[in-house]
Nanobody, 122 residues
Framework: QVQLVESGGGLVQPGGSLRLSCAAS????????MGWFRQAPGKEREFVTT????????SYADSVKDRFTISRDIGKNTVYLQMNSLKPEDTAVYYC???????????????WGQGTQVTVSS
């Protein structure tokens, strides 16, 4: 069992930065692929990024590539999402996800956090 708690969301101006954190509980945290998804109002939840258990494999959605960076600290059971050059279209609830295999499919995810709101607006 893995429990995920996100933090770090908020309001930021276009072009600004935010860093989201996801604290995981459970002794098997290091065995899971970790990732972030997001859901904008009126839209389906979508893949943002994922990282393998050892950080060796990373994948990004095209819409965030070169702007967002995922990282994980196994010792702290925490995964981070650094978001730079934020755009209004990045506004969404961001969800941390844990999965036993690498997947970008919402329906295949094993565990979800409760979500944290990110609003990009002037």
């Amino acid at each position: 069992q893995v429990q995920l708690v996100e933090s770090g969301g908020g309001l930021v101006q276009p072009g600004g930065s935010l860093r989201l954190s996801c604290a995981a509980s459970g002794r098997t945290f290091s065995r899971y692929f970790m990732g972030w998804f997001r859901q904008a109002p009126g839209k389906e939840r979508e893949f943002v990024t994922t990282v393998s258990w050892n950080g060796g494999s990373v994948s990004y959605a095209d819409s965030v590539k070169d702007r967002f960076t995922i990282s994980r600290d196994i010792g702290k059971n925490t995964v981070y999402l650094q978001m730079n050059s934020l755009k209004p279209e990045d506004t969404a609830v961001y969800y941390c996800a844990a999965n036993s295999f690498l997947s970008t499919n919402v329906r295949e995810i094993d565990y979800w956090g409760q979500g944290t709101q990110v609003t990009v607006s002037s």
